[in-house]
């Protein structure tokens, strides 16, 4: 037996953790050195929601100066709603004032007034009421329907303020021929008192909310479906009307 054979084994060295090695001793102090990152989807939820803003305040603008009828105001709450089922309750206020100040920029103060209220608060509202598919069509419909109401009678306010001239006068003239025409072809010889035009010319403002409510809730619900953020499902009736499964 030689020398080499009598003399003791060497402890092998542990490779846990406990005792790094110059390699990983090394990656410890450049790992130190490197700046932290940034989160991912920061610049994407800026972009998004300028982009999205934007396009709230181009549908405005475009049916202001050129109507197409009842088919861009159908849009015109969307955009900020899918800010909100996207990045957040934060991003879509940022995305209701920033179309607000574009507006502002483009058409004057009181005309993008007119878009905010109710349009960039119906969109954060919609928005709020769809997040997380939680909340029954009835339901969001109804605060739209208030809110949309509330927002007439702001713009009739407002305008009435701009022109100098009481223009619920002109929507009470309105109601008051269609009232008379109803009782018309009802063969009712009675004529309607003041208090029965008031208060059909506020259903008639409320009816017309709720039906444009409805609509609304229609187009984001086919089109929100495509985009990977489903809002709540309509009700079983809607949805064999329209004979579509989701």
């Known amino acids: 037996m030689s020398i080499l054979d009598s003399l003791p084994d060497e402890p092998e060295k542990d490779p846990s953790p406990g005792s790094p090695t110059p390699h990983n001793h090394w990656l410890d102090k450049e790992q130190q050195l490197m700046p932290p990152q940034l989160k991912a989807d920061a610049p994407l939820r800026m972009v998004e929601t300028a982009f999205l803003a934007s396009a709230a305040s181009l549908i405005w603008f475009i049916n202001f100066y ?4 009842p088919v861009l105001r159908i849009f015109f709450p969307v955009p900020i709603a899918l800010v909100y089922l996207r990045w957040g309750r934060r991003a879509a206020w940022m995305a209701a004032l920033t179309s ?3 507006l ?3 058409m004057g103060p009181a005309r993008s007034l007119l878009f905010v209220m109710p349009y960039g608060f119906m969109g954060v ?3 709020a009421t ?3 598919r939680r909340v029954p069509w009835i339901v969001s419909i109804t605060l739209g329907t208030l809110l949309g109401t509330l927002g007439f009678f702001f713009r009739l306010w407002l ?3 701009l022109s100098g001239e009481d223009l619920w006068i002109y929507v009470i003239t309105q109601v ?4 008379e025409w109803v009782f ?4 009712l010889l009675a004529s309607p008192s003041v208090f029965l035009i008031q208060v059909g010319a506020i259903a008639l403002i409320v009816l017309n909310n709720f039906i444009y409510l409805f609509v609304v809730h229609l187009a984001a619900w086919l089109l929100f479906d495509r985009l990977g953020n489903p809002i709540p499902r309509p009700p079983r009736w809607v949805q064999v009307l329209m004979d579509y499964e989701g």
């Open 176 to 179: 008051t021929e269609f009232i």
């Open 125 to 127: 509202l919609l928005g």
């Open 104 to 106: 502002t920029v483009l």
């Open 100 to 102: 607000g100040l574009l």
């Open 66 to 69: 050129f109507p197409l009828g």
């Open 159 to 161: 305008l009435s303020v």
């Open 184 to 187: 018309f072809n009802l063969s």
């Open 130 to 132: 769809w997040y997380r």
